[in-house]
């Protein structure tokens, strides 16, 4: 079964600061690997996703991640942290097995802290 | 565009009481649904999805069940609810019937007291 897994429960950085959120998958085959963040109370919104082809994915709000195979990551990178930044982050990879219906595993979260 | 409705968005319980929450979905048909409960610095665990009406898959067993009475509406409910159920409640859906961005509702947070 596949699992994943974000070694940082919670990360402090400056307002300006680049930041860098870890995220280690375990699956059989190739993944599909997707970054999502979430405000306090609210659901869930993709940042961005990777299927195939280039390991470097953009999405929204000026972030980025990195498929890397060889080390089973997919660490979410932004140059410069801003406030509104401040939100859990989530990995997820998806299931793609015939009867698996594209579930999605996903990390326990990665709180993101910004100081002014 | 495509919309997700969840309902209510707090709901307090005593426990041993019954639960249901709903869920609706917008602008697209047969799309895939997924219950997700969160608890407190444990990600999302995924409870129930569903690839149809009628079609209800159990990941987690316990005293929660689902229901699809409709191509976009799925339901989660309880006989008698228990402490353990508090958490905050996600229905999301999917298209397609591979891996595919799941787009998600904005959540019922459910205390059992």
């Known amino acids: 079964a596949q699992s994943v897994t974000q070694p940082d429960i919670h990360i402090t950085v400056s307002e300006g600061a680049s930041l860098e959120l870890r995220c280690n998958y375990s699956?059989?085959?190739?993944?599909?690997l997707f970054w999502y963040v979430q405000s306090p109370g609210q659901g869930l919104q993709l940042l961005l996703k990777?299927?195939?082809?280039?390991?470097l994915v953009q999405g929204i709000k000026g972030f980025e991640a990195e498929f890397k195979r060889s080390q089973s990551s997919f660490n979410l990178r932004k140059p410069s942290v801003h406030w509104s930044d401040a939100a859990e982050y989530f990995c997820?990879?998806?299931?793609?097995?015939?009867?698996?219906?594209?579930?999605?595993?996903f990390g326990q979260g990665t709180i993101l802290t910004v100081h002014p | 565009s495509q919309t997700i409705h969840q309902w209510p968005a707090t709901l307090v319980q005593p426990v041993g009481s019954p639960l249901s929450l709903e869920c609706t979905v917008e602008?697209?048909?047969?799309?895939?649904l997924y219950w997700y409960r969160q608890a407190a610095g444990r990600g999302l665990q995924l409870l129930f999805y569903s690839v149809g009406i009628g079609q209800i898959s159990s990941e987690v067993p316990q005293n929660l069940s689902a229901s699809r009475p409709q191509d976009r509406q799925f339901i989660l409910s309880s006989k008698k609810l228990l402490l353990s159920d508090s958490g905050f409640y996600l229905c999301?859906?999917?298209?397609?019937?591979?891996?595919?961005?799941?787009?998600f509702g904005p959540g019922t947070r459910l205390t059992v007291t």
């Open positions: 997820a990879v998806g299931d793609a097995g015939g009867t698996s219906y594209g579930k999605l595993t």
């Open positions: 999301a859906w999917s298209a397609g019937q591979g891996v595919d961005e799941q787009y």
């Open positions: 990777y299927f195939s082809g280039d390991t």
């Open positions: 699956y059989g085959a190739t993944p599909y």
């Open positions: 602008g697209t048909s047969n799309p895939n």
